[in-house]
């Protein structure tokens, strides 16, 4: 796969991506109207965070890169038949660990709430409906599961467009719900509308799939083999892959739990600190999935290949490549996000139950996650990297500093800079978590071309400080004028095209040559 192709898949899912999160804007905006950051908002928030976070880690983590290497090696390798076969086995072991899952997660509800909102104890009445929304949520474990199960197959075919295109589904139905069954029955109505939305994605993945030639019951004209499920051989392999892999994607994704466990103590960072989390970490997920994880989702099987030809010098070539393109566009993002924070949160949220306290404390937290969208997306890169390499050991150890780093500056943290600073801690260990991989990676296999990657870096932050001035006073100004939604609106959509502007002319004239492929692409000329 040439850097053109790989962009190419990039901007396909990034495009699917960017659909997804803008239909979620609409979603939370209508979660923000109708709940604010007040209780109902904050027992979603904490009910949803154990399924959403399971879905960020099969979805986006250790599912895809245990299932992808196999199952493109068997499609290489094997006939269709076969192929089909091992996808049909694979799924129901699934089916059968995930349903075991699901159940021990509703009757171990009130536990789970206890551990991961223990704030919520002082609050009878909170806890209480907190314990009720996980209980109904719980199996959108099982539901989103076979949807990453389902993207990972249709990748390993290198189609990447239907499951990035799945979670628009996801989220109409939840506004479908917010809009006709919460004015009912209240926020119940939201957790109801996300299973039926994993649902919906489920049909989806098996419709393409069945347009592949994947059958869930097979015709009275065939046979499946006379060995079980859990010994054909590819699945052991898989549960090899997938054992570490995802272990080493749950330490990473435990430090969201343990914000969301120290923002339940509202004395201490803040009243609303759950919701406020939740509102600026979908701000922050925008730029991160639109690009950070779709990059990481296409380089994944051209890294796999290029690993299996035991090609170390296209590999480093890929890697390189990657880390270039992220800091391209993720630390003019972050900047982005830091400076026209408290507008745009204004103008999404602030309306209904959603008051000036909610997007202060919103914008507070989103500030210092800013900083650390850059290593988000180079770290999906570089745990791809060792997963390609057969090491499953190195990122789970640094990722374990990296909560224990988390968890140490939440508590020092968290009382000067309240609910920011838990956005602050994660930042500086996801910083920590990047730096600490590229080395470790650069001592395996050798220099991976790190005087090109700082000269850029050195450009990119020039070109982003001449941006983040223009964004910074233009949105400060905005904010001062109150004049009402429609010129919120214009305004900051003019800003944010000003200030893409002034980064493009800004990173020509410092020479950058990613900009200008970029340009040529833009304007067909490359």
């Known amino acids: 796969m040439s850097n053109k192709r790989l962009i190419k898949s990039t901007g396909v899912i990034g495009f699917a991506t960017s659909c997804s999160r803008i239909v979620g804007f609409v979603r939370d905006i209508l979660i923000a109207n109708?709940?604010?950051?007040?209780?109902?908002?904050?027992?979603?928030?904490?009910?949803?965070?154990?399924p959403n976070l399971l879905?960020?880690?099969?979805?986006?983590?250790?599912a895809n890169a245990a299932?992808?290497?196999?199952?493109?090696e068997y499609h290489a390798t094997c006939e269709k038949q076969e192929f089909w076969e091992l996808v049909r086995n694979v799924l129901y072991v699934l089916v059968i660990s995930l349903s075991f899952i699901s159940f021990?997660?509703?009757?171990?509800?009130?536990?789970?709430?206890?551990?991961?909102?223990?704030?919520?104890?002082?609050?009878?009445?909170?806890?209480?409906?907190?314990?009720?929304?996980?209980?109904?949520?719980?199996?959108?474990?099982?539901?989103?599961?076979?949807?990453a199960y389902g993207t990972s197959t249709l990748n390993s075919l290198n189609h990447f467009a239907a499951p990035a295109f799945g979670p628009v589904l996801l989220n109409i139905s939840m506004i479908f719900f917010l809009i006709f069954a919460c004015p009912v029955i209240g926020v119940t109505g939201l957790a109801i509308g996300v299973l039926v939305g994993g649902a919906l994605q489920i049909?989806?993945?098996?419709?393409?799939?069945?347009?592949?030639?994947?059958?869930?019951?097979?015709?009275?004209?065939?046979?499946?083999?006379?060995e079980i499920v859990f010994t054909h051989p590819a699945i052991k392999k898989?549960?090899?892959?997938?054992?570490?892999?995802?272990?080493?994607?749950?330490?990473?994704?435990?430090?969201?739990?343990?914000?969301?466990?120290?923002s339940s103590f509202e004395y201490i960072v803040g009243t609303g600190a759950p919701a406020a989390l939740w509102y600026s970490y979908r701000l922050f997920h925008l730029p991160f999935a639109v690009f950070g994880i779709a990059l990481a989702t296409a380089?994944?099987?051209?890294?796999?290949?290029?690993a299996v030809r035991k090609d170390i010098s296209a590999l480093k070539d890929t890697i390189n490549f990657s880390i270039r393109n992220i800091f391209l566009i993720l630390i003019p993002a972050g900047a982005g996000l830091a400076t026209l924070g408290r507008p745009i949160i204004r103008i999404l949220f602030e309306r209904g139950e959603f008051t000036p306290y909610s997007t202060f404390i919103t914008d507070n937290a989103l500030f210092f996650y800013s900083f650390g969208l850059f290593a988000c997306g180079g770290v999906k890169i570089l745990i791809n990297s060792f997963?390609?390499?057969?090491?499953?050991?190195t990122p789970v150890k640094v990722a374990s500093a990296s909560l224990l780093i988390n968890l140490v500056l939440n508590f020092a943290l968290m009382w000067p800079l309240k609910v920011g600073g838990l956005a602050l801690a994660t930042s500086i260990a996801a910083i920590f978590n990047f730096m600490a991989l590229y080395i470790l990676l650069v001592r395996r296999i050798g220099d991976v071309g790190t005087s090109r990657i700082l000269n850029l870096l050195g450009r990119i932050l020039i070109a982003t400080a001449i941006m983040s001035a223009f964004s910074f006073v233009a949105g400060r100004f905005l904010d001062s004028l109150n004049k009402g939604v429609f010129v919120d609106i214009v305004g900051i959509s003019a800003i944010m095209l000003f200030s893409i502007i002034i980064y493009v002319f800004s990173s020509l004239a410092l020479g950058i040559d990613e900009m200008k492929w970029v340009v040529r692409w833009a304007l067909r000329k490359d």
Request: aromatic residues 12%; positive net charge.
């Open 203 to 226: 049909a989806l993945i098996e419709f393409v799939l069945y347009r592949k030639g994947f059958r869930m019951i097979l015709g009275s004209g065939h046979r499946l083999k006379k």
């Open 34 to 50: 109708f709940f604010g950051t007040a209780v109902a908002a904050q027992a979603f928030v904490v009910s949803f965070r154990i």
């Open 387 to 393: 997963f390609s390499l057969g090491d499953t050991r």
């Open 67 to 72: 299932f992808v290497p196999v199952l493109t």
């Open 104 to 147: 021990c997660g509703i009757l171990l509800a009130p536990v789970i709430v206890r551990l991961i909102a223990p704030g919520f104890v002082e609050d009878p009445q909170k806890l209480a409906l907190t314990i009720n929304l996980t209980r109904i949520v719980f199996p959108f474990i099982f539901l989103i599961g076979i949807v």
């Open 299 to 306: 380089t994944l099987p051209r890294m796999s290949q290029e």
């Open 55 to 62: 879905r960020d880690l099969i979805g986006e983590g250790a």
């Open 238 to 262: 898989i549960w090899k892959l997938l054992v570490p892999r995802f272990f080493g994607s749950a330490v990473y994704q435990l430090s969201v739990i343990v914000d969301n466990i120290f």
